[in-house]
């Protein structure tokens, strides 16, 4: 009997269509019919005969029974699949079980087996969408689960050394207020540049260990967030946060660095540059017209920050290389995303915090150059006031920076704030009058708050809420379009429309 049920078994399809199997002790008596789904054409017999012999045999002995439970498709078993079963109904070893669903290894197969060598921009454009590029498009689907939480390595997105920059540029400003003696007590500014600095460390070894072994383990998904056109820029973000820190480190903890430190810290930068530079000129798919964003301006900033900690150190020549390639960058990357290419397909139609970057690069820069040149000079002045009137160009349009969901790259906006609040604080060192010390007192006190207030957010989506780190969809694209049946495609344009309808009724019950 098991011989013809093996035969039987055989003749079915593949295991993916296997659903349940169920094994009973009970004597078999009658004869037993599969259903494939709710497909009548396509039903079979059980392999138990109906043989008068069969029939005595099962009423004097007590036979095991095979139930399959069909999936909706006509097809069954595979022939490894049933082999499996029937060597388990007699008593040998079952195969090893698959790894668990929480191991990095499935979760690895998965990506890699949607991965190309070098994923074309094109397709995370037009696989996701939001101001970061981090949605799934409706049309699209995720080559990992949805419904199920990932594992935390693999939810951890290379944004998060956004709270490096912020905390670690606190730690700058506290250092260069105590250095202005005319604004707060140097004491007190020195103990808040002391507790800040030893925060930001610590925060910086720990995401980096935390980044390292997802490095390790999920080495397809960090590759796949280097190629998205927006998080790529996030990978200057350790580097600058460790210059941030060589920069704002306590009198008491070193009062010289050794410029080797410089030389450490640039390299990384320098060959990221080489990298993402080239791209912007190559005119390929990476064309800076193709993926310019606002967050371009972390590549670029890096530039400003390396010249600034040179000059510090007395070195000459590097910071000055550095500067000036971070300058020729800014310009055509400013000049690229004030007339908003209809090629450029990354930057959102509404204003969102990203656009604080634009305070960025000018801020450092006026800092960096005085340092160069040691004096806060024409030149030092026109790059501050350019960012100060992008400061007020953003600050008068703070309505339109709401209604954007909470994540971890909204570090990354700190520190523009705390740059501009920097460069006022030098400035008024060398125009001292009411309103550049008032300007520099309000300045640095909204950075403060900005940064308490982000700590406070960040506490409560990672503790009280738990929605701090979600699936990262951004890097669970398909390698390609999935092809949907038109009765797909109607419901989708279907359920896009009812939520349209939906989103214009409660616009319309908010204004009335």
Same mark, same amino acid.
């Given at each position: 009997?098991?011989?013809?049920?093996?035969?039987?078994?055989?003749?079915?399809? #593949?295991?993916?269509?296997?659903?349940?199997?169920?094994?009973?002790?009970?004597?078999?008596?009658?004869? $037993?019919?599969?259903?494939?789904?709710?497909?009548?054409?396509?039903? #079979?017999?059980?392999?138990? %005969?109906?043989?008068?012999? $069969?029939?005595?045999?099962?009423?004097?002995?007590?036979?095991?029974?095979?139930?399959?439970?069909?999936?909706? #498709?006509?097809?069954?078993?595979?022939?490894?699949?049933?082999?499996?079963?029937?060597?388990?109904?007699?008593?040998?070893?079952?195969s090893p079980q698959t790894p668990s669903a929480n191991s990095p290894e499935p979760h690895q197969r998965m990506l890699r087996s949607s991965s190309t060598k070098d994923k074309q921009v094109d397709r995370y454009f037009a696989a996701l969408e939001g101001p970061e590029l981090e949605t799934l498009r409706p049309s699209e689907v995720s080559i990992l689960p949805e419904d199920k939480k990932w594992p935390f390595l693999l939810r951890f997105p290379i944004s998060a050394f956004g709270m490096c920059l912020g905390v670690s540029s606190q730690a700058m400003l506290w250092k260069t207020i105590a250095e202005h003696k005319s604004l707060f007590s140097p004491h007190i500014c020195l103990k808040f540049n002391l507790v800040l600095w030893f925060i930001s460390l610590a925060l910086t070894v720990i995401v980096s260990i935390i980044?390292?072994?997802?490095?390790? @383990?999920?080495?397809?998904?960090?590759?796949?967030?280097?190629?998205?056109?927006?998080?790529? *820029?996030? @990978?200057?973000?350790?580097?600058?946060?460790?210059?941030?820190?060589?920069?704002?480190?306590?009198?008491?903890?070193?009062?010289?660095?050794?410029?080797?430190?410089?030389?450490?810290?640039?390299?990384?930068?320098?060959?990221?540059?080489?990298?993402?530079?080239?791209? &912007?000129?190559?005119?390929?798919?990476?064309?800076? %017209?193709?993926?310019?964003?606002?967050? *371009?301006?972390?590549?670029?900033?890096?530039?400003?920050?390396?010249?600034?900690?040179?000059? =510090?150190?007395?070195?000459?020549?590097?910071?000055?290389?550095?500067?000036?390639?971070?300058?020729?960058?800014?310009?055509?990357?400013?000049?690229?995303?004030?007339?908003?290419? /209809?090629?450029?397909?990354?930057? /959102?139609?509404?204003?969102?915090?990203?656009?604080?970057? @634009?305070?960025?690069? /000018?801020?450092?820069?006026?800092?960096?150059?005085?340092?160069?040149?040691?004096?806060?000079?024409? !030149?030092?002045?026109?790059?501050?006031?350019?960012?100060?009137?992008?400061?007020?160009?953003?600050?008068?349009?703070?309505?339109?920076?709401?209604?954007?969901?909470?994540?971890?790259?909204? &570090?990354?906006?700190?520190?523009?704030?705390?740059?501009?609040?920097?460069?006022?604080?030098?400035?008024?060192?060398?125009?001292?009058?009411?309103?550049?010390?008032?300007?520099?007192?309000?300045?640095?006190?909204?950075?403060?708050?900005?940064?308490?207030?982000?700590?406070?957010?960040?506490?409560?989506?990672?503790?009280?809420?738990?929605?701090?780190?979600? *699936?990262?969809?951004?890097?669970?694209?398909?390698?390609?379009?999935?092809?949907?049946?038109?009765?797909?495609?109607?419901?989708?344009?279907?359920?896009? !429309?009812?939520? =349209?309808?939906?989103? %214009?009724?409660?616009? $319309?019950?908010?204004?009335?």
């Amino acid at each position: 009997m098991e011989t013809k049920a093996h035969e039987d078994l055989t003749k079915q399809g #593949s295991p993916e269509e296997f659903l349940s199997v169920q094994i009973s002790s009970k004597p078999v008596t009658v004869l $037993d019919k599969v259903e494939s789904g709710n497909n009548t054409n396509h039903q #079979s017999q059980s392999t138990v %005969s109906d043989s008068p012999r $069969d029939r005595t045999c099962s009423k004097e002995s007590n036979l095991y029974s095979l139930s399959v439970t069909m999936p909706p #498709s006509p097809s069954g078993l595979h022939y490894a699949q049933a082999k499996r079963l029937i060597l388990s109904i007699e008593g040998k070893p079952p195969s090893p079980q698959t790894p668990s669903a929480n191991s990095p290894e499935p979760h690895q197969r998965m990506l890699r087996s949607s991965s190309t060598k070098d994923k074309q921009v094109d397709r995370y454009f037009a696989a996701l969408e939001g101001p970061e590029l981090e949605t799934l498009r409706p049309s699209e689907v995720s080559i990992l689960p949805e419904d199920k939480k990932w594992p935390f390595l693999l939810r951890f997105p290379i944004s998060a050394f956004g709270m490096c920059l912020g905390v670690s540029s606190q730690a700058m400003l506290w250092k260069t207020i105590a250095e202005h003696k005319s604004l707060f007590s140097p004491h007190i500014c020195l103990k808040f540049n002391l507790v800040l600095w030893f925060i930001s460390l610590a925060l910086t070894v720990i995401v980096s260990i935390i980044y390292g072994l997802k490095v390790i @383990f999920y080495f397809e998904a960090v590759r796949r967030e280097y190629y998205h056109p927006i998080r790529v *820029n996030f @990978f200057f973000a350790p580097w600058i946060a460790c210059l941030f820190l060589a920069i704002g480190v306590p009198p008491v903890v070193a009062v010289n660095l050794n410029p080797i430190l410089w030389y450490v810290l640039m390299a990384p930068i320098f060959c990221l540059e080489i990298k993402i530079y080239g791209q &912007w000129m190559s005119g390929g798919k990476r064309r800076l %017209s193709k993926v310019a964003n606002p967050s *371009n301006h972390l590549s670029i900033v890096g530039n400003f920050v390396g010249a600034l900690l040179g000059a =510090d150190m007395g070195l000459k020549e590097g910071p000055l290389f550095f500067f000036a390639v971070g300058l020729a960058h800014y310009l055509v990357l400013f000049v690229t995303l004030y007339q908003r290419l /209809p090629t450029n397909e990354a930057l /959102p139609k509404d204003l969102h915090p990203v656009f604080f970057l @634009f305070v960025a690069a /000018p801020s450092v820069a006026c800092v960096a150059w005085a340092n160069i040149t040691g004096d806060f000079d024409y !030149g030092s002045r026109i790059a501050y006031f350019i960012a100060m009137f992008l400061y007020a160009s953003l600050v008068v349009r703070i309505n339109f920076f709401r209604g954007f969901r909470f994540s971890l790259a909204w &570090w990354a906006y700190t520190f523009p704030m705390t740059g501009a609040a920097i460069a006022t604080i030098r400035y008024s060192m060398k125009v001292t009058n009411t309103l550049t010390k008032s300007l520099s007192i309000g300045l640095s006190m909204t950075a403060a708050f900005i940064v308490m207030a982000l700590l406070v957010a960040t506490m409560i989506h990672a503790f009280v809420l738990h929605n701090l780190f979600p *699936n990262d969809i951004a890097i669970a694209i398909t390698e390609k379009r999935p092809k949907s049946s038109k009765k797909h495609r109607h419901l989708k344009t279907a359920r896009s !429309g009812s939520e =349209d309808i939906e989103v %214009s009724v409660r616009s $319309d019950e908010q204004r009335s």
